[in-house]
């Protein structure tokens, strides 16, 4: 019904750069909201970033989130990576589809990001 692939992750050493990628597919009439979340070994997922611009402390001025023009693709980029960003980053959507037409929540697999120091 609805997809979100993600792309990007992988190992960087520390004060890299990475950027993922979320792609929504499927029956989709409108995408409300897209965000970015984080969860590391042990640890609570947690926000890392969404569509309204807010950011997580720990990676404000090094993080950046955007969305391609046809709003369907939302990226992450990552600069001066810390090993403490480790973790695995998971895309969220609040999507509205067709047949049926409701909004729900989607989340995508997630795609690890290993920093190493």
């Known amino acids: 019904q609805v997809q979100l692939v993600e792309s990007g992750g992988g190992l960087v050493q520390a004060g890299g750069s990475l950027r993922l990628s979320c792609a929504a597919s499927?029956?989709?009439?409108?995408?409300?909201?897209m965000a970015w979340y984080r969860q590391a070994p042990g640890k609570q997922r947690e926000l890392v970033a969404d569509?309204?611009?807010n950011y997580a402390d720990p990676v404000k001025g090094r993080f950046t989130i955007s969305r391609d023009n046809a709003k369907t693709t939302v990226y992450l980029q990552m600069n001066s990576l810390k090993p403490e960003d480790t973790a695995v980053y998971y895309c969220?959507?609040?999507?509205?589809?067709?047949?049926?037409?409701?909004?729900?929540?989607?989340w995508g697999q997630g795609t690890q990001v290993t920093v190493s120091s």
């Open positions: 969220n959507a609040h999507i509205r589809t067709w047949a049926p037409n409701r909004e729900s929540d989607y």
């Open positions: 499927g029956r989709i009439l409108s995408i409300n909201a």
């Open positions: 569509g309204n611009l």
